[in-house]
Structure formats: C-alpha cells, structure tokens
C-alpha cells in the first residue's frame, strides 16, 4: 500500500506540473523497487483511474501508461484487463480514447516473464467481450432510435479497426483460442453478444462501414483451431493412381483374409484422411486395386481369395464407407445404388487395358459379371449396368474372338457359384445323418471345391462356423462299441475327411485364428499338442509322453501283421490311434537304427498305417517332422524316408478297396508336404529364403519386380514376409527406407513411399518400432547433409508419421474388435510357400505360444454376416487414451532422440526433420494423435524454436501440441506462443 500511495501521489505530480514522457519514466523508477515489475503494485490501475476520471480522458496520463507500456514496467496483460474492466461504456469520449489507445499498442502485444503469461489469454477473452460490448450497445441503439451520433459513429469505427487488427493477429487469436478453454463464462457471454449483435443488425438493416466485422466477430465467438495458421507440409503431388491402396489391401487380404469388414473399413477411412481422397475417388482406387491384383495372381490360392474379397467382403466395405461418410442430417441417397460408386466405375471404365486383361483371363466382361452381383446388394441398378456392360461389349466380344476358346477359364468366375455350396455343406454338418454327411464333404475336395469353398467362407465371415461344425462333426465320428459293417466304416470315413479338412484348414489359416484355446475336442488338443505348425514347433519328448505303452505295444503288433493290411478291427479308437502312432514310430526308428527291423519291414509298417486311415499318416508325419527337429542332420534321412513312404501312390486297387480313397488321398497329400516343407525343403524346390545369395539381394530382387510393375503383386508380398521373418523387422525396414533414399525425384519418391508404407503393414507395430528406433535415429545421425536433406528429409518424416499413425489406430481397431484376438494366419497356401530354409528359420521363429484367437461363432452360421452398424465401426477407430508397447517407447525413444538433435545452437537436416516430423503429425494425425503427442518432452519446442529461425513453425502448429483442456497444457501452449512471438519481434526489429 505504502508504493500504491507514492504511485498515486507521483501520478499527481506529473500531471500538475505537466511531466514529459521520459520525466515519468525516470521519476516512476525511483519509487519502484529495482527488478520489480509495476503489475505488482497495480501501476496499470492507477494510471487508468487517473486517466478516465473526467468525461473524458486525461492524454497525458495515457501517454504515461504507454511510456510504461513501452519501458517494460507494466505488462500488456495488464493493461488489456484494465481496459476491458471499464464498465462505463456511456462516456463516448473515454471509450474513443481507449480505442485509440488500443489501436496504438495492439501490434505490439507479448510477454515477457512467466507470471504475464498465466494472466494474458484472459485478459484477451475479456478485452473481446468489452469491445463486443461496446459494439452491442452502439447497433442496440441505432435498432431502437434509427440513427446514431458522429461520436458513436467514430467510436463504432475505431471499434471495428481493433477487431480487425485482432482478427489479423495470428498471436491474439492463439491467445483468444488458449483462453476460452479456461474462461468458459467469459466466452460464453461472447456468444451471447455475438448472437445478440447478428440479430440487432438483421433487424435494423445497419450498414457497417466494414463489411467484413461480422465475420470477424463471428471469428471470435466461435474460435477454433482452424482459424490459427498452420504451415502445410503434407502437399502431395498431383497423382492419377494412388499406389498406396493396392499394395495395402495386397498385404492385408493375404495376410488376414477373414479380418471383420470393419476392420478393411477403418484402415481405408485412415488412408483417406491421410490422401485426402473424396468417396469417389476411394471407391475407384478400392475396385482397381481388385482388379490390379487378380490381374498377376496365378496361384489357386490367391487367386480365390481376391476373388472372393472382390464379390463378398467389398461390397460391405463400400456400404460401411458411404453410410460413415454421410453428414448427420444429409439426405438419403437413393435406395437402388450409390452415386459416388457409379462415379467411380466410370473413371474406372477408362481403364481399357486393365480391363482387357481381366476380360481375356476370366473369359468374359468382367464388369458386367461384379456389377450384375452388385445390383442385388443395391450398389449399382439394372440401368448402371447396362450402360457399363455396353461400354465394354465391343471390347468382350473382340477379345473372345480373339481368344477362340482357348483360354481355360480362370477361378474367378466360379467363386460366386461356391457360396451355394458352402451354404449346403454348413447345413448338412448339422444333420446327424453320418452318410450324408461323408458324401457331401467328400465332394468337397473334387478340383479346387475345397479351395474356393474356403475362400469364400473366409472372406465371409464364416471360416469359424464351418470350422466348428467339423469340430463337431469329428466329435461325432467317434467308433460305437460292438459297431461293426458299413456303419462302422462310414463313420471313420467321416472322422478321417473332417481331420484332414480341419488339419488343412489350421496349416493354412493358423490355430491361433480358426482354434480356440479354451477347446476341448479331440481334434483341438491333437492340434496343441501333437501338430507341428509353421513357426510353431512341438517337443518329440513331450508328445511321446502323451502315448500309452499298452496301447502303442497293442498297436504296434496290429500293425506288424501282414492281415492288418485287411482292415481286421482294432481295439483302439482312431482318437487313441492318432494319439499312440508317435509312441510305434519312435519304437521303429530306434529297431531301424539298431538293424532290429529291415527296411521291408519299416515300408509294411508304415503301408498298413496308411492303409488304415490316411488322417494316421498325417499324424504320423506330424511327429516325424518334430522328431526331425530334434535330431542331427546325418540322422535325418530315415524319418525323411519314412515320410516319403506315406506319399509314395496307392494302387487302383487300394483305391478302390476303400469309400472315397481318392478324395481323401488328395487332402492328405498336400499337408504331409506341407509338413515336411516346413522342416526338411527339398534342395531342388525353389523357395524365396531357400537361396545361396544373401537376404540383401533377394530382396533386391523382388523389389526391382515390384518398381517395374508398379504396384504389389501378391507373389512380392509373400516374399516380403519371408524376408521378414528370416531378417527381422529392422532389416526390412532398413531396405526399404534405402530404396526410398535412392529416388532422385518427388513423384518416384512418393511412389515408393506409398508402398513402403503398405510393406509395414505386414508387422506394423514391430516395422513402426524398428523405424523409430533402429533406423532413423542413426540414419539422420551418420548421413545428415548427404542424402538425408530436402526433399528426402520429409518424406522420410511422412513414412514414419504415417506409420506411427496406423499403428496407433490400429491398436485402437483391435481393441474394439470382435476378432480381438485376431493374429496373422501362417501363409502356406502351396508348397513354395512352406519351403524355409531350416537354419534361418530356427533363429527367427518363436514358439508363438502367445499367440491366441477366440472367434464368436455367428448364430446358425448360414445367414450372411450382417453389415455393422456406424455406431460399431465409430467405436472401431476411437482414439485410445493411452499408447501400448511397443508404440510408446518408440515414441518416447524418438522424442528423445530429437531433444538431442535441437540441443545445439545451429540450424541442421536433423533439426528440420524434427520440424516436419512433429508438423506433419499434427497435420495427419489432427485430435486422433493426442496420446502421441503428450509424450513431447516439455522442453522441446521451444529448443526447435530457437535453432530453426524460419517463419515455418506457426500458432497454429503450437496450439494443436497440447491439450488446452488441462491447465498443464494451457501452460506450456502460452509458454511456447509467448516465445514465437517474442522471437518473431526480435526478427522483425532487425530488419527495421
């Protein structure tokens, strides 16, 4: 108080004996303690009282508060709360005054100590609102007389100059957005003002001398973070295809075929915020990248399952894309198709050699075939598809000319006549009638049946049911006592078709995703227990242990006898055969290995096991392939022999002794040499990883074939993930960061960009974590300046911004999913796809016993799965609030890598990498990075402010880093704003 008095008494003073502006400054120092700033005494307020103490202002007093202003000793904080507390907005003189005076400093306003920081956002919300005010009451009365005076004309004027000045100060309006996150009250009386304004103007027809103040004011009630600038750096290129979405979908339809539509759904939507593609141009790119890829496929496998993808999981996709796409209360589109899709099929009409293509491998108008499907799921109408099938009949018909016949006709267009099918075998596994049951899924095998039959319940949504219900199936096959004729062998027909069908299905999809950990069926614990899978390995020891030495010495004499060949009944189940065989075939390597029994004696042995059931070869080489793990290289040419034996050909007339040998024998086949692949590749099978030449150039090779298609073909991704697996996530990643380093030209750059991004998502959390933690790090370390530099360096920061992306959303996906569980399938889909090189293998597969999957099976599993609900896919790709491993230590570990790179005091590559890496995630990623961004060490920005002096870095970029929502986040937002304006002052000051 004592100060207070002395200020007062000063003011006095100064304004009797008529002070200059320097003899205030000298005076007022004498009475203010050194190093302490007049907000503490309130200097601000008493030159203000002093100043508007008459009806009208005192100038010479304001002339102090400016001076003081101007030397530092108030703060702008101050003096724009003192302002924007004088309520008598009557006195026209006193209020034209603060105007002016408003006008002279608001260019200059800033801060300079922490404690004006905590105080200036308020002080900007309620400086808006007494100029709102004032605003208000002046078209308030123009509305009630119908004119207003020259006075309250200048007084509106100079009202209108300041919103203008504030609306054009980037640094006010991040001020005005901090601040109304915390004055709600305050900002919600803006509001109302607002809205009061806009209908006082509306009513009196007032023209305001500057047409743009509404907008303005506008501006203010409502501020958002849009209207901050942000210096865009994710400006792609102009292209015409988009090589992102075929090599995505490649990699996610061979990897994780019966993924849920929402899943597909999500990822796209994701790729569309970061490509910023309209619907139309997303549904072109979705059906072109089908076509794209069935294009190159030449395997039965791959070919189905894209196949499938195209007719039974895309049209879902383009349903749930459009519904999401629709604005709350938008107008329904039509009822019979979808504008945006039509749209989309006649940029994709353009396309004639790619249609060509298709027409010629299909053998027939392949639009006019998806489209006529399309109609019944009321994407497309009967007119769309006339008007397409006639665009391309011309073109169909040349093409067939030109073909004469000749072109076999390609899977495809059978895949939608296997849904029929695969509707009658699941109905008829839930009869308990034994022989139809035999003779519909003995069907099943003839030509590719199986395959397609698979595809599409994979792609469906039904791979689950049809598993279970052969579960059950083989449950159910189990020998009745005293059951003996074609009763009995019927049934174990059946317990053999289902157990090589369900072995088919787990060394093609994996247990992790068709099995359940919980299960107890005699199929799930002989897959646990005994089943050698791809990446999975089994203990001899431990299946040996599960074998009973009656039973084995039981089954072992059964099967030395030379009328077992006879089918004479045994005493054990097929379950305990199956269970025991590991414990005969152990006893026989060792008589073989000690000369005990010759090898005529070993071939009858292993003819009468096939003889008997070929679901007892597979068993029997299951623990042969293990045993082969287990052992040696020199001791693995019996058990290899022993293997062969069981693929060795039956004759006609032990085909003909059994009820659909044939059929049977062409299920087991394939899965015994898949067995022995996984172990034991034959040297003359040409595998991708079994190769003298070191990883680097089979990985340049098959990414010369993918530069010079242009696209991913899906023998590329299969040998991409073998190349994962053998040299590991950071390997890859390293590879494909130096191909994207090798591009000299921004189209070639993004180009490759696009599908290195689609490559990581073959291991997206592991191919995020090595980018941020193994290779970019020592990267921008040892190669700065070299090739990490414009324009690389953002490309590079665009990589790893949208991986980090994915991977967060992904996370997010999977939490929310139904298939929670859902793990990659092991991708063996043909014998070259099994062939790994053992030593490689050994060093780089787990035992994956964390790995797990618990599907809901759907009620009845005939219906079609139904579409998910928007409500479904929203909470799919809801933020999380927190980050898992390994995303989060990435995180953490690159952030503090950058602290280090900002450290210094010079501007470097590594430096504006962290720029774009930081800007770029804010411009992609929006609200949806929040959990990224609270890792930013708290020091960081302003580090980056310091050594990067480029007018890059803008409010609108500081104001999306933190969460204004908490005070701590208020803070360090104010805190790096008052440093950017402050810093772009004193760049402006030079300049002068």
């Keep these: 108080m004592k100060e207070n008095n002395k200020i007062l008494q000063l003011i006095y003073v100064a304004w009797r004996e008529r002070w200059s502006d320097s003899q205030w400054g000298i005076n007022i120092k004498k009475v203010l303690p050194r190093g302490v700033s007049g907000d503490v005494y309130n200097l601000a307020d008493c030159l ?42 009557e006195r026209v003189y006193c209020i034209t005054s603060l105007l002016e005076f408003l006008v002279s400093i608001v260019d200059g306003v800033t801060c300079r100590i922490k404690s004006e920081e905590a105080v200036l956002p308020g002080a900007v919300v309620q400086l808006i609102y007494w100029l709102l005010q004032i605003f208000a009451r002046t078209v308030q009365h123009y509305e009630l007389y119908g004119e207003i005076s020259a006075e309250q004309s200048y007084m509106l004027d100079q009202t209108c100059v300041i919103i203008d000045r504030i609306s054009q100060h980037q640094f006010m309006l991040s001020m005005l957005y901090v601040g109304s996150r915390e004055e709600f009250e305050c900002h919600g009386k803006i509001r109302d003002k607002y809205a009061a304004i806009k209908g006082s103007l509306t009513n009196s027809n007032f023209t305001l001398s500057s047409p743009g103040v509404e907008q303005q004011l506008q501006q203010f009630a409502y501020i958002d973070v849009s209207h901050l600038d ?53 549904f072109y790119e979705i059906i072109r990248a089908g076509f794209l890829t069935l294009s190159n496929v030449s395997d039965t496998s791959p070919d189905t399952m894209w196949g499938a993808f195209m007719f039974f999981k895309m049209p879902h996709i383009i349903k749930q894309l459009h519904a999401l796409q629709r604005l709350p209360g938008e107008q329904p589109p039509p009822s019979d198709y979808i504008p945006e899709l039509v749209e989309a099929l006649e940029l994709l009409i353009q396309d004639n050699l790619l249609l060509d293509f298709m027409d010629t491998k ?46 076999t006709p390609s899977n495809i267009i059978f895949i939608k006549r296997a849904e029929v099918p695969l509707s009658g075998v699941l109905k008829t596994l839930c009869t308990n009638k034994v022989q139809d049951m ?14 397609l039959i698979l595809s599409v319940a994979t792609v469906d949504g039904r791979l689950k049911t049809f598993v279970s219900r052969l579960i059950q199936c083989n449950e159910n096959s189990k020998p009745v006592p005293a059951e003996l004729g074609k ?31 919980r299960g107890d069926s005699f199929f799930e614990k002989w897959v646990r227990e005994c089943m050698v899978e791809r990446n999975k390995l089994k203990n001899p020891r431990q299946i040996l242990a599960l074998c009973d030495d009656s039973m084995v010495d039981e089954l072992l004499l059964s099967l030395s006898k030379p009328e077992a060949a006879q089918l004479k009944p045994c005493s054990l189940s097929w379950q305990e055969t199956c269970l025991n065989l590991p414990g005969v075939l152990h006893h026989v390597l060792i008589a073989w290995e000690q000369e005990t029994l010759s090898s005529a004696d070993v071939k009858s042995i292993l003819d009468n096991i096939k003889r008997r059931l070929f679901s007892f070869s597979v068993c029997a080489t299951s623990f042969l392939c293990a045993y082969m793990y287990s052992v040696r290289e020199t001791e693995l040419l019996k ?56 990883l680097i150039e089979q990985f340049r090779e098959v990414w010369k074939t993918v530069a010079e298609a242009g696209h991913l073909p899906v023998r590329a991704v299969q040998t991409l993930e073998s190349l994962l697996l053998a040299g590991g996530a950071a390997w890859l990643a390293t590879q494909l960061v130096e191909q994207l380093l090798t591009c000299k030209y921004i189209r070639d750059m993004s180009k490759t960009m696009d599908i290195v991004f689609a490559v990581m998502h073959l291991d ?72 790994t090189n053992v030593a490689k293998v050994r060093k780089v597969i787990g035992d994956g016993s964390e790995n797990s999957n618990d599907f809901t099976d759907n009620a009845g599993g005939l219906a079609r799965p139904r579409l998910a609900s928007p409500s479904s896919s929203t909470e799919l790709r809801a933020t999380p609030q927190t980050l898992k491993e390994p995303l989060q230590s990435s995180i953490q570990h690159i952030f ?72 701590g986040g208020r803070q360090a937002a104010v805190a790096d704003l008052c440093l950017w304006r402050n810093m772009q002052m004193a760049r402006h000051s030079i300049h002068l």
């Design 438 to 451: 035999v003779n519909v899924l003995c069907q099943v095998p003839v030509g590719n049946s199986f395959e």
């Design 896 to 967: 503090s890598v950058f602290l280090q790179f900002v450290s210094g005091d010079e501007l470097s590559p590594k430096a504006v990498f962290v720029y774009q890496f930081i800007s770029l995630l804010v411009e992609c990623g929006g609200e949806r990075v929040a959990p990224v961004l609270r890792l930013l060490p708290a020091n960081l920005v302003q580090q980056l402010l310091k050594v990067l002096p480029t007018e890059d870095i803008r409010v609108g970029l500081i104001s999306r880093l933190y969460d204004l929502h908490v005070q």
């Design 639 to 694: 058990p290899l022999n022993m293997i062969q034996q069981f693929l060795a050909p039956l004759t006609s007339e032990e085909l003909s002794s059994q009820e659909y040998a044939k059929e049977r024998l062409a299920l087991s086949y394939p899965i015994i040499k898949k067995m022995q692949h996984d172990v034991h590749p034959a040297p003359s099978t040409k595998s991708r990883l079994i190769s003298h030449s070191p």
């Design 48 to 89: 203000m009282q002093q100043a508007l103490i008459g009806s009208t202002a005192n100038p010479l007093v304001l002339n102090y508060l400016k001076h003081s202003l101007c030397a530092h000793l108030v703060s702008h904080a101050a003096v724009l709360r003192c302002i924007a507390r004088y309520d008598k907005l």
């Design 764 to 835: 997206i959390e592991k191919g995020t974590e090595a980018l941020l933690q193994y290779v970019v790090p020592p990267l921008m370390l040892r190669r700065q300046g070299e090739d990490i530099n414009e324009p690389q360096s953002l490309v590079l920061a665009r990589l790893c911004v949208y991986c980090v992306i994915s991977c967060l959303e992904t996370r997010s996906g999977v939490a929310s999913s139904s298939f929670s569980g859902l793990k990659k399938r092991s991708r063996s889909n043909d014998e070259e796809d099994q062939a």
């Design 230 to 282: 942000l210096q865009k750096l994710n400006v792609l290129p102009a292209e015409k295809i988009s090589y992102c979405i075929q090599p995505l979908l490649a990699v996610e339809v061979l990897l994780i075929p019966c993924k849920e539509t929402s899943y597909y759904v999500a990822e796209l939507q994701m790729l569309q915020r970061l490509k910023r593609y309209t619907n139309t141009r997303l």
């Design 487 to 517: 009763l009995c062998v019927t049934r174990s027909t059946l317990f053999d078709v289902s157990f090589l069908m369900l072995t088919s299905i787990v060394q093609t999809y994996g247990s992790d995703v068709v099995l359940s950990d």
């Design 362 to 407: 299909c053998s027939c108008n392949m639009i006019e075939f998806l489209l006529n499907d399309w109609t019944k799921q009321q994407l497309v109408n009967d007119v769309h598809v006339k008007k397409f099938a006639s665009q391309r009949e011309a073109a169909s018909l040349l093409l067939k000319k030109c073909d004469n016949g000749q072109q």
